[in-house]
């Protein structure tokens, strides 16, 4: 089965970058998106096709992929930011879901 | 405004039968896929279940499969999930989620989400 791989926690200082790395053997041919969870929340679509934001979404929040890694950006961190970030993707055919493990953003 | 509000979660028992429904509100339900997302007790996501705008294409995950059934009524603007032999790692907030369609990539992804509901399977 198809996997992609998180860290587990990231942490940095408010105002720093923080960024959140996400593995994956298809990225190459398919779109990272990333997913905010908020504590006892339901997630929120942060970034998506890769680099892209929603509407509402800060500019701080940015997307970036090479070869089989995909990385979250956060420049200049707010305390609101802490949460749990995902990334997703779909397997080569398109019709499995996937998500990442998940990270522990903390900011303080 | 995009509604999804899921309903049916609660306490079973290991073996038993659940069915979740989620109500959707706020665009044209039937012209998009639909999706079951579930969460255990401090753990990430993972995907459950697809169903395509007119239910002609269905996917669920291994770990469901045989297991779980995912069924719509356009006409009621409804989603669910029958969910039967049930197991203590089935306990989990269970999300409705739309779909939306990626016009660069042609692939699905999670546009809106509900707030979920609680499933409990424990003796």
């Known amino acids: 089965s198809y996997e992609l791989t998180q860290p587990p926690s990231v942490s940095v200082s408010p105002g720093q970058t923080a960024r959140i790395t996400c593995s994956g053997d298809a990225l190459p041919k398919k779109y990272p998106y990333w997913y905010q969870q908020k504590s006892g929340q339901a997630p929120v679509l942060v970034i998506y096709?890769?680099?892209k934001r929603p509407s509402g979404i800060p500019e701080r929040f940015s997307g970036s992929s090479s070869g089989t890694m995909a990385t979250l950006t956060i420049s200049g961190a707010q305390v609101e930011d802490e949460a749990d970030y995902y990334c997703?993707?779909?397997?080569?055919?398109?019709?499995?879901?996937?998500f990442g493990g998940g990270t522990k953003l903390t900011v303080l | 405004e995009v509604q999804l509000v899921e309903s049916g979660g609660g306490l079973v028992k290991p073996g038993g039968s659940l069915r979740l429904s989620c109500a959707a509100s706020g665009f044209t339900f039937s012209s998009y896929s639909m999706n079951w997302v579930r969460q255990a007790p401090g753990k990430g996501l993972e995907w459950v279940s697809s169903?395509?705008?007119?239910?002609?294409?269905?996917y669920y995950a291994d770990s469901v499969k045989g297991r779980f059934t995912i069924s719509r009524d356009n006409a009621k603007n409804s989603l669910y999930l029958q969910m039967n032999s049930l197991r203590a790692e089935d306990t989990a907030v269970y999300y409705c989620?739309?779909?939306?369609?990626?016009?660069?990539?042609?692939?699905?992804?999670?546009?809106?989400w509900g707030q979920g509901t609680l499933v409990t399977v424990s003796s």
């Open positions: 096709e890769d680099s």
């Open positions: 989620a739309r779909d939306d369609l990626s016009p660069m990539s042609g692939d699905y992804y999670f546009d809106y």
């Open positions: 997703y993707s779909t397997d080569s055919s398109g019709n499995l879901r996937v």
């Open positions: 169903i395509s705008s007119s239910s002609s294409y269905i």
